[in-house]
Each structure stands twice: as structure tokens, then as C-alpha cells.
């Protein structure tokens, strides 16, 4: 240990978890560079890490083929009444969730190193941070928690004798023994995977994934799941949002915080290259945000994270051109594909596929191969500091003021390239109906429609009928200084199944209307779905896009529309006494909206 830990609580703990799990060792993370890149140079020694020639500093990894993304049929909100969990989480009695754990954790680390990560969601000095104590027997995770979030001897120090800590506890689920020893992934089969969390003391026990969101409990677990029922009790929020400033030609700031269900958008919009002259983005935030009311009323938001856990495939200098330049060194590659001269490729990444990389299962593949070269949910992690357009002040203890909130998902058809809403109550319908197409961030089928409200289906740490009153009693402590709210969708396809909008630094255009409606200086039409752009609201300056295109990704179809509200009637029941009787209201006056049109 490189420091001393005075914590009896947090020891205890350690201790305890260790007799159980029985490790051959304990490791406390002093989060140095000196420490990760040792792991490192263990992990390639082991053939688990490939060191790439290409980008200074920086590695790949393959997953076990079945260990390639969050698993939401295995992961539980264990709360004492199964009615506070409520209809969309899994749930499991704590008690019982509790003993068929620690048997699974009994013994797990033998032949392991257990580490001690501790770890700040947000920067120390901040009012809304939160500090983690993560267990783990992989150093993959000690190494992307170092990216992740700040790690280490600072956040030993911060605790001091009895801080307040959030234990989490996380196993790949597989001993080293003679069986084990040359796997380079290991992990539990997926019936034995658990992600739990117990939010009524605040702790979460992870097993048998070493994957992103499954295994990195400072993010999904914690800032997320956690975190949301914590904000429930104490009146804030932690949303799946990334934050972002657009500052417009004359100078004026707009914060936005956007959320889209995963691998649906938020990297990409938080590190936006705008098209329009003059328009200039900063990132802030690329997936969680932690919002407080402020002394002046306004909502402030913080990113807890330190660092960006984005989906590979797709990303270009012609998509997201901040991306590629934050994970030119120092980052971790899993599951993309690996070049001959030593770089990763992945699946509309620039330029012409390359005639020979090894796949992300280890594979010789040419242009030839059927499968894919990387795999969908293939990921970068890579510290936000290398972010060329990182908000100089992105650790801002007190966060920035939120003014404008998007809602959105992946839908080929029926809704509009861009909604803004009456007012707060329908805002927090938008929010709360939002659907998606599914994508690879979760393991089970992909483009299948689903609700998915806030885009925290996945992350809501209890009853998301609660979750939605807490939305309206948000509203109703903000007040006039409630952000304004809009709905998008980059995604709608025409017949052909070609998008009907350019996407990426284009979406710029629709920020840009967003901010001017707040000025009140653009027009729209209302629809029966809000308010919506027409062509001549929207700045299609210098566009080069077929006009019968634009047209179409701006149409209102009252028809298509319709059979959303038996849909979402449907949606709304499985809450019972839960649903807030607003959202109803708002559903009604959506049915009457569309018969009268
Ligand atoms: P999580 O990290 O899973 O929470 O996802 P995310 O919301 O940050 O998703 P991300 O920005 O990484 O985007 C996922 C995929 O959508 C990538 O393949 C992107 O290239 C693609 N994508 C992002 N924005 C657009 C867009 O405006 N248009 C189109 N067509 N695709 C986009
Ligand atoms: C998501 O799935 O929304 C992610 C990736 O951001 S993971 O950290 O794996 O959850
Ligand atoms: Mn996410």
C-alpha cells in the first residue's frame, strides 16, 4: 500500500470482502501512472492486451465473445418492496439476492489480485460529487476506472477517517485455476451474471461481467442507478444525458443537456463540429449528467465522469472528428478490429476497409468476410481532458446552467426530425414516451421498438413511475427557469431505408433553431405533436441535401401517429397507482389533439 488508510469502516470492508472472495492478494489503487502502466505491461505479458504501434500509450482488448455489452435481463434493483423497484427493473428480495451472491462470491478470486479502486464521480472539490470504493479482481477495470473517473491516492486522502463512501463490489465470476489460467477474458456464464443494486443502502455487487457498463461500477451502477433514487430522495436528478455549450456568433451561451438511449447519438451531439458559420460547440459531458437546482433557481449540472466510454463503430473524422482526436493515445480499445501495422479499424471509420485486420474475435478477415470486423457495441475509453473542444471550464464545481433539454431515440418513422413542446407538462410526456429502436449496448435482440422514458429504461434506480412525478416536481421547484424542452430524432428513414437527414455536424442546424425559439426569434407551425419547424425556420444554408428529403424528415403524419396512443395507454398502465395523473392528462389532450386534425 503507497498510502495510509485510516478509514475503520472502509478497511473493515475490504477485509471482509476479501475473506470471502479469498483473493491472493489485495492491491489499494494509488490511481499513479506508474501503477497503470504496469498493469498494463501484465495484461499484453498474458496476451490480454495488444499495445497498438500506432497511438502512443494505447491498447486492445478482446472480450469473451459472450461478454460484449450490458445485460439487462441480469441486472436487479433489490429493494425491501418489489413495488418500489416497479414494473421495468428486475427484482430480486434483497435477502435472497443477497445469499445466492455470496455463494457465487464465495471463493470467486482465488489465484486473483483484489483491487481497491477508490474513485470520484465528479471532481473532489465538488458539492454534487460522490465517492465510490470499487473491489474488483480485473486490472482492465482498474485501468479504463482510471479514465473513467478520478482514481486513487486523492480520493484515500478526501475520505479521511470516516467519509461517507458508496461500496461497490465487482468479480469477473472465475477463479485462476488450471482450467482458467490461459483464458484471457474470463467470466460467468450468463445465467450466474448478476448486477445488482441494493439502493436503499446504496450498494451494488457486480458478478461474473467484466464488460463497460456491467463491470465499471462508477457509471452505470452508481452515477446512474444509484444515483437516480438517491436524487429522488435529496430533490436532484442523475439523468443519461450528455451536456454540451453552443455559443452563437454574437457571443450568447446555451447550455443543453440531451439524453438518448445508448449508442443512440450522445457522443457524437456532445462533441459536435456545427456546420453553420459562426455556431461554436464545447463539450461538457458525453453521457451522465448530475443536475441541482442552483441559488439563483436555475437547474446546474455537472458530469461526474472523467473521461468517455464511446461506441466505436461509426465514429470518423467525418462523423465525429473530436472523438478521434481525444483517443489518439492514451485510450483503450475493446473489441475493434486490429490492423497489420498496428492501429484498430472498425466499421465507418475513414477511408477504404483495409485488405487484412484481425477481427474483434481474433480472426484473420478481408473485405470478403460476412461478419463484421468489429463488433457492434466495440468501444474507445479515453480521458476527456484530450477532448479538443473540452470545456475549459468542464470541472466547474458547480456545474453550468442548464437551458434547453433534448429527448430523443432511433425511430425509421412516424416522428419528426424536431419537436419542441407546449410546455413543461407535455415536455415531461415527450420525455417520459420516448421510444427507440434497441441497439448493441445491450446484449439481446437489436431494432426492435421499445419505450424507453428518459432514456433511463435501463438505468432507473427504482419505480420509473415515481421517476416521472420527480420530473414534475422538478418542474414545479424550477419554475419559470425550467429548461425548455424538445424532442428529436436523427434517425427517420424514407421508404428505401436511406436517412432522411445528413446527421452529425448538420444536427447543428436544429440546435441552432432550438436556440433561437428560447430567443423567440424563429417561427414554427403547431402540430398536434408541438411545435415544429418548417423549411424556411430551419438554417439550410450551404446544405447539400435532396430538398424531397427535407421535407419528409419534417412531416407530421397525424395517421402514423394514432396508434401511439393505445401504445403508450398501454405503456402508461403497467404503473398503476404510480402514474402521475399529469401524464395522463397529457396523453388525453394528445388523443384530442390528433382526432381534431
Ligand atoms: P452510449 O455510450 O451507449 O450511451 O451511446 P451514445 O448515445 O453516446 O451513442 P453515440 O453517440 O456513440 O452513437 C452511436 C451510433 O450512432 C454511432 O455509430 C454513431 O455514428 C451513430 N450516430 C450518432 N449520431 C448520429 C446522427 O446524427 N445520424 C446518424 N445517422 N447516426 C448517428
Ligand atoms: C450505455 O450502454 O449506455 C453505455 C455503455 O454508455 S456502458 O457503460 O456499457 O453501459
Ligand atoms: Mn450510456
Redesign the pocket.
Known sequence: MSYEVKHAALLKWVHETAELTQPDAIHWCDGSQAEYDQLMAQMVEIGMATALKKRPNSFLFRSDPSDVARVEARTFISTTNKADAGPTNNWIAPDLLKATMTDLYWGCMKGRTMYVIPFSMGPLDSPIAAIGVELSDSPYVVCNMRIMTRMGKTVIEKLGDTGRFFPAVHSIGSPCDDTTINQVWPCAEIDHKYISHFPEEGLIWSYGSGYGGNALLGKKCLALRIASATGKREGWMAE?M?ILRLTNPAGRQYHIAAA??????????AMITPTIPGWKAECIG??IAWMKPGPDGRLYAINPEAGF???A???SYA??PMAMETMKENSIFTNTALTDDGDVWWE?IDGAPPAHVIDWKGRDWTPASKDLAAHANSRFTAPATQCPIIARDWENPLGVPIDIFIFGGRRASVVPLVTESFNWDHGVFMGATAASET?A?NIGAVGNLRRDPFAMMPFCGYNMGDYFQHWFDMGDTLGSNAPKVFYVN??RKNTAGK?L?P??GE?SRVLKWMCERLDGTAGAVETPIGFVPTEADIDLNGLDWPIDRLQEVLKVDAPAWLPEVPDIAKFFSQFGDRLPARLTAQLDALAARLKAS
Do not use: E
Not at 438518448?260 to 451531439?269: E, H, R
Open positions: 443519461h450528455l438518448f438511449p445508448s449508442a443512440c447519438g450522445k457522443t457524437n451531439l458525453d453521457d466510454f464511446g461506441v463503430p461509426g465514429t462523423t465525429n465507418g441497439t449496448a436523427w434517425f436517412w437527414w446527421g452529425y444536427n
